[in-house]
């Protein structure tokens, strides 16, 4: 698995920042709040900030194509990208109320050496930016954000980064939406929703009546899916729950028109030779499917069967074509009788990635 390092959309998110104020008493994890979100009240001059990123880029050059060759981690180009995106979010913007981009950004060159104002302090950006190169930290996780479709995402340690090609499922069920309508106004659940990507991806397509139910294991992913969930004003219609898989839904089995998930997959033997952004630093417990990948995957076909309203719809990511095999071959004939209108769907890469079909 290969961290997606795109800063997919620029930030056309109108919600309203909330704070931990207004957190409810879910879990007592409190999360982190992304860079972009905090107030800026640090003052430092524009010479300090121009020598920490001379620095910076320093450090990022000094990586050339080294990470790339072994295992296949960002080059100096995109850390140097990296570095703009950070002072993007770290910069308070005074031009006007939409963000900007760095590359638009003058030093002050009046000689006056006038001072600027951070979101993090300036001891913080050099912190950063080492543990970035030196330990490999996903730069999602110092800026405590990731762009995924039009949503900016908060996400921490212990939350897995929303990938791009998780995108789709929101298209996927968008098209079934479009074609039954029905399906558009019932409950849904994410199971293992981690940042709470898909259920809020989701529920902006469905119609008022709609609820989404978003369950996970680990209380990191409780606490930030119900942070990114209250800070898009989805609190009303989309429910976060803590538990394992179906455990928290047993009050509406046989009562959800749709499940979505993209649950850990990866075989336990290859977690090793995962780049380091993602091996050493993302939630194992997001990560390891088991020996052979499948563990929960086969898990969730066998509960989605007890879930679903007949003419339910499913949809699961998977890591490829042998797993998406694997499973339809397992839905027909292990289970057979269960669903219905399985379908393998590739993604933006060509790769076949999703399982889809309909409880029968
Ligand atoms: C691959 S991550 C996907 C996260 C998110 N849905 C996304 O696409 O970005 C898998 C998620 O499953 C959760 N998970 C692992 N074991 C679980 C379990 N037994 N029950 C519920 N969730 C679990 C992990 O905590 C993680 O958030």
Request: aromatic share 10%; hydrophobic share 40%; net charge negative.
């Amino acid at each position: 698995m290969k961290l997606g390092l795109s800063r997919a959309c620029l930030y056309s998110c109108s919600c309203a920042p909330i704070f931990s104020s207004s957190m409810p008493s879910l879990t007592t994890i409190k999360p982190k709040i992304p860079v972009f979100l905090r107030p800026p009240t640090y003052l430092v001059t524009s010479l300090d900030l121009q020598k920490w990123h001379g620095w910076a880029k320093n450090l990022a050059s000094s990586v050339g194509s080294s990470l790339v060759e072994s295992d296949n981690g960002p080059d100096s180009t995109l850390l140097c990208r990296e570095i703009n995106w950070l002072l993007e979010d770290s910069l308070e913007n005074r031009s006007s109320s939409s963000r900007f981009s760095f590359s638009q950004y003058k030093y002050d060159t009046s000689g006056k050496n006038e001072s600027v104002m951070l979101r993090i302090s300036l001891d913080d950006l050099y912190q950063l930016w080492k543990q970035r190169i030196e330990e490999r930290r996903p730069f999602q996780y110092i800026v405590g954000c990731e762009h995924w479709r039009d949503l900016v995402l908060s996400v921490q340690e212990g939350v897995l980064i929303p990938r791009p090609e998780t995108e789709l499922i929101v298209d996927l069920v968008h098209d079934v939406v479009s074609n039954y309508e029905e399906l558009g106004q019932g409950m849904w659940a994410d199971v293992g929703t981690g940042s709470g990507a898909i259920a809020i991806g989701i529920r902006r397509i469905f119609g008022s009546y709609a609820r989404v139910i978003a369950t996970d294991l680990s209380p990191v992913a409780v606490s930030v899916a119900t942070f990114n969930v209250q800070r898009y004003g989805l609190q009303d219609v989309i429910e976060v729950r803590q538990g394992s898989w179906f455990e928290p839904l047993k009050d509406v089995e046989g009562q959800l028109v749709g499940i979505v998930s993209n649950p850990p997959y990866i075989p336990s033997d290859n977690i090793s030779g995962l780049q380091a952004e993602v091996g050493r630093h993302e939630p194992r417990v997001a990560l390891d499917g088991g020996a052979s990948g499948m563990d929960y995957l086969l898990h969730l076909c066998n509960g989605a069967a007890a879930m679903l309203k007949p003419g339910g719809f499913f949809a699961f990511e998977t890591n490829g074509e042998k797993q998406c095999e694997f499973l339809i071959d397992y839905m027909q004939n292990d289970i057979a009788g269960s669903f219905c209108n399985l379908n393998i769907v590739s993604d933006f890469a060509g790769i076949q990635r999703f399982v889809t079909g309909f409880r029968q």
